[in-house]
């Protein structure tokens, strides 16, 4: 055989060999490829859930937070609505208080006006200055001057400490000194009144305006005693009442 002969069998030979190698390292080429393309996409895949994991834990961190904070705001709403029904009775008490002083006030000194003059000859000169005094320091509460009554009450006390107006100058003259505030003289005047006259029909009234003054002393164990008192031996009334409604909720 020439050697041309020889070199194009040999080309026979090698020329699918050589297709086959081809064939063969494309194959190879493109399973590296698809390879490296799946761990690209397990990795992008690994990095979502950990994005996701991070989220979620961030939202369970937030839901408990917010958990926390729903129920201290629940609990500072307890505790409003606790200190808003006090101030509502301690309101409605003042409120009942106030106006009873002044329905008592307004009917004696009604009593006062339309009273037959005293005959001259009869009255004695004492007791028409103590009726003058004792008209001047009601007048001057019925005209809101609380200082000035506070003060003619306490006169009047010290003046005529025998007289038939007594009572009412205690309980008037503690009313006049919770007004302006000088809660220690008003609380001994309304314990006076409600020591010696227990049987008069403003004890329970007194009683109660007695513990407001004590509560802005801020003597508790002074407030309960009068509570105590109050919710017992005058149950009954209304200022008896709301004392034993305080009292359960102590």
Same mark, same amino acid.
């Given at each position: 055989?020439?050697?041309?002969?020889?070199?194009? &069998?040999?080309?026979?030979?090698?020329?699918?060999? &050589?297709?086959?190698?081809?064939?063969?390292?494309?194959?190879?080429?493109?399973?590296?490829?698809?390879?490296?393309?799946?761990?690209?996409?397990?990795?992008?895949?690994?990095?979502? &859930?950990?994005?996701?994991?991070?989220?979620?834990?961030?939202?369970?961190?937030?839901?408990?937070?917010?958990?926390?904070?729903?129920?201290?705001?629940?609990?500072?709403?307890?505790?409003?609505?606790?200190?808003?029904?006090?101030?509502?009775?301690?309101?409605?008490?003042?409120?009942?208080?106030?106006?009873?002083?002044?329905?008592?006030?307004?009917?004696?000194?009604?009593?006062?006006?339309?009273?037959?003059?005293?005959?001259?000859?009869?009255?004695?000169?004492?007791?028409?200055?103590? &009726?003058?005094?004792?008209?001047?320091?009601?007048?001057?509460?019925?005209?809101?001057?609380?200082?000035?009554?506070?003060?003619?009450?306490?006169?009047?006390?010290?003046?005529?400490?025998?007289?038939?107006?007594?009572?009412?100058?205690?309980?008037?003259?503690?009313?006049?000194?919770?007004?302006?505030?000088?809660?220690?003289?008003?609380?001994?005047?309304?314990?006076?009144?409600?020591?010696?006259?227990?049987?008069?029909?403003?004890?329970?009234?007194?009683?109660?305006?007695?513990?407001?003054?004590?509560?802005?002393?801020?003597?508790?164990?002074?407030?309960?005693?009068?509570?105590?008192?109050?919710?017992?031996?005058?149950?009954?009334?209304?200022?008896?009442?709301?004392?034993?409604?305080?009292?359960?909720?102590?």
């Amino acid at each position: 055989m020439s050697l041309v002969g020889r070199w194009r &069998m040999g080309w026979r030979i090698r020329l699918p060999l &050589m297709i086959v190698c081809v064939v063969l390292q494309g194959a190879a080429q493109a399973g590296l490829f698809d390879d490296e393309e799946a761990r690209a996409r397990v990795e992008a895949l690994r990095k979502q &859930m950990i994005e996701v994991n991070i989220k979620l834990e961030t939202l369970n961190r937030n839901q408990l937070d917010f958990a926390n904070q729903t129920e201290s705001l629940r609990a500072d709403l307890a505790k409003i609505r606790g200190q808003l029904e006090v101030l509502t009775y301690d309101l409605e008490a003042a409120q009942k208080r106030q106006k009873d002083f002044y329905v008592d006030l307004d009917n004696r000194v009604r009593k006062l006006e339309t009273a037959p003059p005293p005959i001259a000859e009869v009255a004695k000169p004492d007791e028409g200055i103590e &009726m003058r005094d004792y008209e001047a320091a009601l007048a001057a509460l019925k005209n809101l001057k609380y200082k000035e009554a506070a003060d003619q009450m306490g006169a009047f006390i010290t003046t005529y400490p025998t007289s038939a107006l007594s009572a009412s100058a205690h309980y008037f003259g503690g009313y006049a000194n919770a007004q302006i505030k000088n809660h220690a003289k008003a609380v001994e005047l309304f314990g006076k009144f409600a020591a010696t006259w227990p049987t008069d029909e403003r004890v329970p009234s007194a009683l109660e305006s007695q513990v407001f003054s004590l509560d802005a002393l801020k003597d508790s164990k002074g407030a309960h005693a009068a509570l105590t008192i109050l919710a017992t031996q005058y149950a009954s009334s209304d200022a008896g009442k709301r004392a034993q409604l305080r009292l359960k909720k102590k």
